[in-house]
């Protein structure tokens, strides 16, 4: 369990937790903005993602993949990690962020909040160079995220993505340990 503020947690995610991973995920809205949440999102679908996260974490003895938790409620709101299966050493240097928020709670500054957190946990932690994020072209919430967070725009990468049988572009992101973070919210 990692405290973000008196609101919100990261913890590793737990069993009980697929539940409200159906809850929020079986929407269409994910899939379309997002690589690898589908839709429908399934029990089985929370089940398989429990159990990748859980292997990478028994194998590696770490959590790279952490839920966000509503510490009053004790309810996971959304998620935040690192994808790819980096093993997080300094010579990974095209290690991926990826979240989603719950959409109850879109457009408060709670991602931001917890982005700017986790980059920074990332780089004390782990001492990796670069950070990289991509978004749909069309996910403007996310690249504003990201850009509030003080990621760098990086050239949009053409027909990256398979999406529904059809070539898709994405717009790439990086942040590095010394990239300035806007003073803004």
């Known amino acids: 369990m990692i405290a973000i503020n008196d609101t919100f947690e990261l913890v590793a995610l737990r069993w009980k937790d697929r539940a409200t991973l159906v809850k929020y995920l079986n929407d269409p809205e994910y899939h379309r903005t997002t690589g690898g949440i589908p839709y429908p999102y399934t029990l089985d679908s929370a089940t398989w993602f429990y159990n990748y996260v ?18 009053p409620t004790d309810e996971i709101i959304g998620g935040i990690g690192l994808v790819n299966n980096a093993i997080l050493t300094p010579q990974d240097s095209q290690v991926e962020i990826g979240y989603w928020l719950a959409r109850p709670y879109w457009g ?66 990086y942040i590095t340990p010394t990239t300035p973070t806007p003073d803004h919210s």
């Open 108 to 173: 408060q500054g709670i991602m931001t909040t917890i982005l700017r957190f986790f980059v920074q946990y990332v780089f004390q932690k782990w001492q990796i160079p670069r950070l990289y994020a991509y978004t749909m072209v069309w996910n403007h919430r996310s690249q504003q995220v990201l850009l509030r967070c003080g990621f760098v725009y990086d050239p949009q990468l053409r027909k990256t993505v398979i999406r529904n049988n059809e070539s898709q572009d994405l717009i790439g992101f």
């Open 54 to 71: 859980h292997e990478f974490e028994l194998e590696h003895g770490f959590v790279r993949e952490f839920s966000i938790c509503h510490r």
